[in-house]
């Protein structure tokens, strides 16, 4: 199955700045949805955005969609330690079940 | 009151023996997964069962056997495990008209 490309593979910045991670994919799709890995852990959903949406905003977390140039990008703002992750888009395609995680960017952030 | 459990969190064993992974969800959910996650981190799917019927099979080789006796259990059964099978397994959910996944806290194999 494809997967999506992330950049960069690794992030490493202070306590208070902004992360930027992006993503891309190859196919159509009806959704797609952002991550959080802790070392060790399993997945934790972050944000979903659907495909007629261009933005979204959680708390500290603002994700755009680009279906033209099928791209997303998740932005982290004020960054703290403990966003110290590994962070997945994943994409999924209307009228599957099917749900293909990127290659992931692993985040750094230095108290 | 764990939402997606696996067990065992460890599995450490010799080549060519058989082993299972369990999963259970009690979140009312009727769609279950299990994705594999390599060493380089890429998470592939691997099965995907919806409302106890595989709906999802994705090119895994024979010996990787899923069942599910019902919408709350998926297990994953391994026959003659050979080294390139070492990874994390997760075990995933999500109610049919949510596309949100729920994941285990995933099952290291590790075989030797």
């Known amino acids: 199955s494809q997967q999506g490309e992330e950049d960069p593979q690794a992030l490493s910045i202070q306590e208070g700045e902004n992360a930027t991670m992006n993503c891309s994919y190859k196919?159509?799709?009806?959704?797609l949805q952002w991550y959080r890995q802790n070392s060790g852990r399993g997945l934790v959903h972050l944000i979903l955005i659907r495909s007629n949406e261009r933005e979204k905003h959680s708390g500290r977390l603002r994700v755009t969609l680009d279906t033209s140039k099928k791209s997303s990008s998740l932005l982290i703002t004020a960054s703290r330690a403990a966003d110290t992750a590994s962070y997945f888009c994943?994409?999924?395609?209307?009228?599957?079940?099917?749900?293909?995680f990127g290659t992931g960017t692993r985040l750094k952030v230095l108290a | 009151d764990t939402a997606v459990s696996q067990t065992p969190k460890y599995l450490v064993t010799q080549m060519g023996n058989d082993k299972s992974i369990k999963c259970e969800q009690n979140?009312?959910?009727?769609?279950m997964y299990w994705y594999k996650q390599d060493s380089k981190k890429f998470l592939k799917i691997m099965f995907s069962y919806n409302n106890k019927e595989l709906i999802i099979n994705e090119t895994v080789p024979n010996r990787f056997s899923p069942k599910s006796p019902d919408k709350a259990h998926l297990n994953l059964h391994i026959n003659s495990l050979e080294l390139g099978d070492s990874a994390v397994y997760f075990c995933?959910?999500?109610?049919?008209?949510?596309?949100?996944?729920?994941f285990g806290s995933g099952t290291q194999l590790s075989v030797l």
């Open positions: 995933a959910s999500h109610r049919g008209t949510s596309e949100k996944l729920f």
């Open positions: 994943a994409t999924g395609t209307s009228g599957t079940y099917k749900y293909i």
């Open positions: 196919t159509s799709i009806n959704n």
């Open positions: 979140l009312g959910h009727d769609t």
